[in-house]
């Protein structure tokens, strides 16, 4: 790992490790989680290598051709390397890869209940931009939510910035485990030291680590 990588992994280990004894009967989370990219990072497994053993990968294949075969490559690395890995919005890819679980869109966290039923030791994760969908995950029964954006993001989907004061008010109100994403950086993070977050989440920080 490089500095990029120590840096936001001592953050996100400070903040699973708070959260853990705030909540000692929670799920077992990765402390941070690298989200790829079909775009940005079209070879997930090369950055999943320098992330340390314990970490999580959300790979986000958006339903492109060879999702399964990128898929496979990075799930031999993940397996290998420690780390736990989670599909997004994709069920059958995630059942294909034996992964540890799935990472649903805001729009799709109503599915948690019946994926839970189907699958009962998954991790199921979820999107939130709002104190609402917060809500949503929490209903739907998720074990945990990605929030974002928390800092200014370029992802192409990424809305203004809710800020590191408003991103802590909506983890002290969300009622589950809270990831911060959008615009984490080396930088950026030690904001969030003491938020009430479980961890981290990030896309380029990570792949340009």
């Known amino acids: 790992m490089d500095w990029t990588s120590n840096a936001l992994l001592s953050t996100a280990l400070a903040l699973s490790q708070s959260h853990a004894r705030a909540n000692p009967v929670g799920r077992d989370l990765p402390p941070l989680l690298f989200l790829t990219d079909p775009e ?3 070879e997930p497994w090369r950055i999943a290598e320098r992330l340390p053993e314990g970490a999580g990968v959300v790979f986000r294949a958006f339903r492109r051709p060879y999702a399964l075969e990128v898929g496979r490559r990075l799930a031999e690395t993940t397996r290998r390397r420690g780390l736990v890995l989670l599909v997004g919005a994709d069920a059958e890819l995630a059942t294909a890869l034996a992964a540890d679980g799935v990472h649903l869109p805001e729009r799709d966290l109503a599915r948690t209940a019946s994926l839970r039923l189907d699958h009962p030791d998954w991790l199921i994760t979820g999107a939130a931009h709002s104190a609402r969908a917060l809500q949503g995950a929490v209903a739907a029964g998720a074990d945990a ?3 974002s954006p928390v800092f200014e993001s370029r992802s192409p989907s990424a809305g203004a910035p809710l800020g590191a004061a408003r991103f802590v008010e909506l983890v002290r109100d969300a009622g589950l485990p ?3 994403l959008g615009g984490i950086t080396p930088l950026t993070a030690p904001e969030l030291a003491a938020s ?3 961890g981290l989440a ?4 990570l792949a340009a680590a």
């Open 40 to 42: 940005r990072t079209p």
């Open 145 to 147: 939510a990605l929030l």
């Open 178 to 180: 809270v990831y911060a």
């Open 196 to 198: 009430g977050a479980c």
């Open 202 to 205: 990030a896309v380029e920080a």
